[in-house]
């Protein structure tokens, strides 16, 4: 599908270098995606490698007292999460320190809603399963849907299914390269169409192009 090659050649170009795309480890992309979910990348890059000095396992974290535990993600806010990312170590620990593989098993942990379980599936053991976050979520709206109406939760899930290929490596950079491209170029307030991969295959785009090229309508 040409929508596939043009977003993992632009990938390929312009990812950005970040930590948790440089491992396979469950438990840091586990903390990764913790402190992804309310708070901005350039904060987190500070946190996360001080994080995972201080709790370098996932056994560490576990056996860590809560107020050891709250003092390492102070500065980070939401704290609800600190405290979910460490219920989930003590729960993983009765199983043998092993972050599940399958993200209906994910689910079951604290804090880990269908985005985190796919995200950890996908970026830990490239198992070949979406993951819709709020930028994935803008780029197919755009791309594929109508912008101003949006697409019910569903149908987003059911098309970044039908979009993700098949083999877990190619599905790995694919999904990263869908929230890259929302980040970076797709962004909420002012998307940088012009230098869009997808921008001959979006229909914001063509849609905002047939009303410039309309002109304004004469008064009746």
Not at 120 to 128: D, G, H, L, R, S
Not at 153 to 162: F, T, V
């Amino acid at each position: 599908m040409s929508f596939t090659r043009k977003l993992l050649a632009w990938y390929k170009r312009n990812a950005r270098v970040l930590p948790w795309r440089e491992t396979r480890n469950p438990y840091a992309i586990l903390v990764s995606e913790f402190m992804l979910q309310q708070t901005q990348v350039s904060r987190v890059l500070d946190y996360y490698p001080r994080f995972l000095k201080r709790f370098p396992t996932i056994d560490k974290l576990a056996r860590a007292r809560p107020k050891t535990v709250r003092e390492a993600w102070h500065g980070m806010g939401y704290y609800a999460r600190a405290a979910n990312l460490h219920a989930l170590a003590k729960q993983v620990a009765e199983t043998g320190y092993r972050i599940p593989d399958d993200p209906e098993d994910l689910r079951t942990l604290p804090g880990v809603g269908r985005y985190t379980a796919g995200a950890v599936a996908c970026f830990a053991y490239e198992k070949p399963v979406p993951t819709v976050d709020t930028n994935v979520r803008r780029v197919l709206t755009r791309v594929f849907g109508n912008a101003k109406v949006g697409m019910r939760n569903a149908e987003l899930w059911e098309l970044a299914s039908r979009l993700l290929p098949k083999d877990g490596k190619r599905a790995w950079r694919f999904n990263q390269a869908l929230m890259e491209l929302g980040a970076l170029v797709c962004t909420a307030r002012k998307p940088k169409c012009p230098i869009c991969p997808l921008r001959s295959d979006c229909l914001a785009v063509r849609s905002a192009t047939r009303t410039r090229n309309r002109g304004p309508e004469r008064p009746r």
